[in-house]
């Protein structure tokens, strides 16, 4: 069984939920009081262990490479001052070990991760999607990583979500339960009617994948608005190589969505030492006034 090793992180999506914002800044770059989205994402990947990393990315998101990447004038202006805090804060983020490919249309997940299967070649491989920040205990990723050494076979992190979603998410049909939060998986079912749900367990942006899924994905015809759906690709893969669904039960932030991403910014604002008290006391005062 195979080590993973590299984690495949999309970026290339045009953001127009965030717009005007999005007109000229990457969207994974907005950042969850002072850190941008994906710094959370690549955090994630690296304390679970993961050696490799490629962002695909797309036509103006040029500064999630130059964030990751070393900058010398701050760095040299930070020591020259003697804010030795900031400048560790700041080299946090020089990753050499971070790779980027470009997807040249936006043909959806599906066609983004087929880009990055020169660099995967023939390995397992784990995906983080950048709308996703879980923070918990053991990162979600290490838990997938976990389950595939036990299962040996792909894994798909998934979710309880309220009953008025489901269609709104990719939604598993439950076999069995193999292990603790593990279940093997009849189908993979996109957006489906709640009618027509199987039942609340939904796919959330975390994925650790066997390289077979580039073959499926090369011969997938793209679906009515021209996008190469993962979700498809994955239920085909399934019914040749199993794979199984883990249920994360930990904290999730939709940041990919305005509601989300305001709330990821109150719940670590109220997290961050320097922030802490003044949001605290701000929200009380706030929730005295709308009671009003």
């Known amino acids: 069984m195979q080590k993973i090793r590299k984690a495949v992180i999309p970026a290339a999506g045009l953001g127009t939920r965030f717009l005007p914002a999005t007109k000229a800044m990457a969207k994974e770059m907005m950042p969850i009081v002072d850190t941008p989205s994906i710094q959370y994402v690549v955090e994630e990947a690296i304390a679970s262990g993961i050696e490799e990393i490629i962002i695909v990315s797309g036509k103006g998101k040029s500064s999630i490479e130059d964030h990751f990447d070393v900058n010398f004038t ?7 001052n003697g804010k030795n805090e900031m400048l560790t804060i700041l080299q946090k983020t020089n990753i050499p070990s971070i790779h980027y490919v470009r997807q040249p249309y936006p043909k959806g997940l599906g066609d983004a991760i087929l880009q990055a299967a020169p660099f995967v070649g023939d390995e397992p491989f784990v995906v983080l999607l950048g709308d996703d920040i879980m923070p918990n205990d053991i990162p979600l990723t290490k838990l997938l990583m976990d389950t595939y050494e036990k299962t040996e076979g792909g894994v798909v992190a998934t979710m309880r979500i309220p009953n008025n979603l489901v269609n709104r998410y990719g939604i598993i049909d439950i076999q069995d339960q193999v292990l603790e939060h593990v279940y093997s998986v009849d189908h993979f079912i996109e957006k489906p009617n709640l009618e027509d749900a199987p039942s609340n367990l939904a796919i959330i942006g975390r994925y650790l ?3 077979e899924i580039f073959d ?10 021209n996008e190469v759906q993962l979700t498809d ?4 893969l399934n019914q040749i190589h199993p794979l199984t669904a883990f249920e994360y039960t930990g904290k999730r932030y939709d940041v990919g969505d305005k509601y989300g991403l305001l709330i990821a910014n109150i719940e670590f604002g109220l997290k961050k030492p320097e922030t802490a008290k003044k949001m605290h006391d701000y929200i009380i005062a706030l929730s005295k006034e709308l009671k009003k």
């Open 74 to 80: 701050l760095e040299e202006n930070l020591r020259k």
């Open 216 to 225: 499926v994905l090369r011969s997938q015809k793209p679906d009515s608005g």
């Open 233 to 236: 690709a994955i239920e085909a």
């Open 209 to 211: 994948l066997t390289p």
